[in-house]
């Protein structure tokens, strides 16, 4: 999504912050302190040599900034961790209010903002791991960024109201699921997806997630890359892990699909789909 005007550095440690557990704002805060608290309280020299001079004006100027900015430093994280907090907070009474509601408009009362905080607490409730990207418009790259074990996941949210989501954003996803090396990709929607934007996404391990689509996995059902990992599909050879399908980027078999271990990199073991275990 699109970035806003020239923000401050606090605003951006702010926002920064805002993207995580409001814990890590926290912690970061406390931290923040005490680094600057220690250099705030440097013993002052009380006799220096001429060749010392330099290190003491240096040492007495960052222990003065110390002492004023280990009360200030901590500010942008906590106010960080408040947003986190309340975003959060917002986003579980969204799913609830969405998993109560059976009215197909259930998605269409809420902003872009919203939408993208239930798409976030939807995947949180489903066992991922969330980072949330950022952002001030209702449309534009990768909004969320999430995690089942060792899995890279990029979602991309589309609060779309008047019209179905086109094959352009679902190959843009691809795009950059490739740089970034992500395992799989979904695209939702409080709407619909074109034909050929379902033709696209077929074989490449994104997951084109319509409003009836997301209504059941607010509703408990499991989203496709995460059902895959399931007790009906093959457990790990080496370590009895639970296992996903993936595609080789590289090498001999790059294109090809494999069974790989959701443990990855700690367990490497394979099972190419003709059956060969490694």
């Known amino acids: 999504m699109g970035r806003r005007k020239q ?8 926002e920064l912050a805002a993207r995580f557990h409001w814990g890590v704002g926290v912690a970061l805060a406390i931290l923040s302190y005490l680094v600057l608290h ?3 309280g440097l013993p002052t020299v009380a006799t220096v040599t001429p060749g010392e001079i330099g290190a003491m ?3 007495t100027v ?5 002492q004023i900015f280990q ?5 942008p994280f ?3 961790a408040f947003v986190s907090a309340i975003r959060r907070r917002r986003a ?3 799913h609830d209010q969405v998993a109560a509601d059976g009215s197909d408009n259930a998605l269409d009362k809420m902003t872009w903002f919203e939408f993208e905080g239930l798409v976030a607490e939807t995947f949180r409730r489903k066992g991922y791991r969330v980072l949330e990207k950022g952002g001030d418009g209702p449309d534009g790259g990768v909004d969320l960024v999430v995690y089942m074990g060792s899995d890279k996941y990029l979602v991309q949210c589309k609060q779309w109201k008047t019209r179905q989501v086109g094959v ?3 190959r843009e996803l691809y795009g950059v699921m490739t740089a970034e090396r992500a395992v799989g990709g979904f695209v939702v929607a409080s709407g619909d997806f074109t034909p050929d934007a379902k033709a696209f996404a077929m074989g490449r391990s994104i997951e084109l997630v319509d409003s009836r689509k997301l209504r059941r996995l607010v509703g408990g059902e499991l989203p496709a890359a995460q059902a895959s990992a399931t007790a009906a599909d093959p457990k790990c050879p080496k370590c009895g892990s639970a296992m996903v399908k993936r595609t080789a980027k590289s090498g001999t078999y790059a294109g090809n699909q494999f069974w790989g271990c959701t443990k990855f990199p700690s367990c490497k073991g394979i099972i190419n789909l003709g059956g060969a275990k490694e």
Do not use: K
């Open 7 to 14: 923000d401050s550095l606090v605003e951006d440690i702010a």
């Open 62 to 66: 960052f222990r003065s900034v110390s």
């Open 38 to 40: 220690h250099f705030a």
């Open 78 to 80: 906590l106010a960080g």
């Open 57 to 59: 004006v240096t040492t």
């Open 92 to 94: 579980g009474e969204l």
């Open 71 to 75: 009360y200030l430093a901590p500010l």
């Open 168 to 170: 352009a954003i679902v």
